[in-house]
């Protein structure tokens, strides 16, 4: 009562300060009933010895201190919320952040795409050399960033240890060949076929992860990508209103490229068991994730060392020709366009550039992970398709003119896009409607 009393005044804590202070103390709330109750009965000292009135000073003191105690308990309570409501609403900056880094994502994503089909424009023929470039600057990235790491205790020896190191062969090999599968696909097919067809993977990752993982398939995983397979199909599909940009490529390495997307599909099923693995050995704790890409991309390296030979053979070298094509490959990623071979204009520029793009776009992908969380990601990288097809429409240097994609490839475009959304609908469904129930 005398907290409720004195809140017309002052304020909670000022209340239950006065509170305690009034055990020593004459009241200072003048509006208080229990105040000028008090002084009434401080202002009979002939009572103060009766038992009566110790009793009734006694009953009194307890419940000031059970009024105090109230009072500190609600606004302790009060202040709790108040932070906790804080914690919970991220502020503008942190909102701001995670736009950036949307955005950063976003451009960086469309920028390396088609960045990966300029920088083969001179180096078409010598994927072998800007393999290994890329390759080798992943290595450099990824060890650098793993060995800060490592420094400041946030990768530990246990975890560096836990991974079956052999996996990590398998995952080189399958990466190296998907790499440079698609670097040969790439090389002799329209930019903007490549956003479309790269879509492949999913089909792949769905049917891997059934077969081999045993998962459950949501529903919509299974709708949506019968639907991106739908939309494939329809851009490529012949047209009777006009010739269509797929047939002017050749099926020998739309298959081709297609093909590379299987051996990554295959690469993130053994980097689920490294994952599932390495938790089970280190007590629950997640495995770091540059542990994996480090050693990943070591065993990559190996991989596109070891398939140089099969790289040569599809082109019609012998092994004894490998130096020279090797050499020539070197000099035309200085720019210098050997004898008999094709123009190298562009280089070192153009493949520079992809593979920085292309190490900014993954760092981008893990920093709007560890930001805004997996959806926002792959809400992001969904996202990427599109705008790459729209992308690939302008004219760009060292390129050739897109030409009329048509209404048929715009509508197969769109339902690929419909079928990306209705794939990641189960992953997207809780995070929107959370969002949008607020």
Not at 266 to 272: G, Y
Not at 402 to 424: E, M
Request: hydrophobic share 45%; aromatic share 8%; net charge positive.
């Amino acid at each position: 009562m005398g907290g409720q009393i004195c809140a017309a005044t002052t304020s909670a804590r000022a209340c239950a300060s006065w509170i305690s202070a009034s055990r020593r103390t004459t009241p200072r709330c003048a509006n208080s009933t229990i105040a000028r109750t008090h002084l009434k009965a401080t202002s009979r000292p002939s009572l103060a010895s009766s038992p009566l009135h110790t009793r009734h000073r006694s009953g009194a003191i307890m419940l000031r201190r059970r009024v105090h105690s109230s009072v500190v308990a609600k606004v302790t309570q009060k202040e709790s919320k108040t932070s906790s409501k804080g914690e919970d609403q991220p502020s503008p900056d942190d909102n701001l952040y995670v736009v950036a880094s949307v955005a950063a994502a976003m451009a960086t994503g469309v920028a390396n795409r088609v960045l990966y089909k300029m920088a083969l424009v001179p180096m078409g023929n010598y994927v072998f050399v800007l393999s290994q470039f890329q390759t080798f600057g992943y290595l450099l990235v990824y060890f650098g960033i793993l060995a800060a790491r490592y420094k400041s205790g946030e990768v530990t020896q246990k975890m560096l240890d836990a991974p079956d190191k052999r996996l990590f062969l398998g995952i080189g090999g399958l990466e190296a060949a998907s790499q440079l599968l698609g670097f040969v696909g790439a090389s002799k097919l329209p930019g903007v076929t490549l956003p479309l067809l790269s879509q492949s993977i999913i089909l792949f990752q769905l049917s891997l992860s059934y077969l081999v993982l045993k998962k459950n398939l949501e529903r919509e995983q299974i709708i949506g990508a019968l639907i991106v397979a739908a939309g494939v199909c329809l851009a490529a599909a012949p047209s009777d209103a006009g010739a269509n940009i797929f047939q002017q490529a050749d099926p020998l390495y739309i298959g081709i490229f297609v093909s590379s997307m299987l051996f990554p599909a295959l690469a993130s099923i053994i980097k689920e068991k490294i994952f599932a693995d390495a938790k089970e050995k280190l007590d629950g704790k997640p495995l770091d994730i540059f542990v994996v890409n480090s050693f990943g991309s070591g065993a990559q390296a190996v991989g596109v060392l070891l398939l140089l030979p099969v790289l040569t053979s599809l082109r019609g070298l012998s092994l004894s020709e490998l130096p020279q094509y090797v050499g020539d490959g070197l000099s035309c990623f200085q720019g210098h366009t050997p004898g008999g071979g094709t123009g190298c204009d562009g280089a070192p520029l153009l493949p520079v550039l992809y593979v920085s793009m292309n190490l900014a776009y993954n760092i981008s992908l893990l920093n709007l992970l560890r930001s805004a969380g997996a959806v926002v990601q792959s809400l992001t990288n969904s996202s990427i398709t599109p705008l790459t097809i729209f992308a690939f429409t302008f004219s760009i240097p060292y390129l050739q003119d897109s030409p009329d994609l048509g209404a048929q490839f715009i509508a197969g475009s769109a339902v690929l896009v419909a079928g990306l959304a209705t794939y990641n609908l189960p992953k997207w469904k809780p995070w929107l409607t959370e969002k949008f129930s607020k």
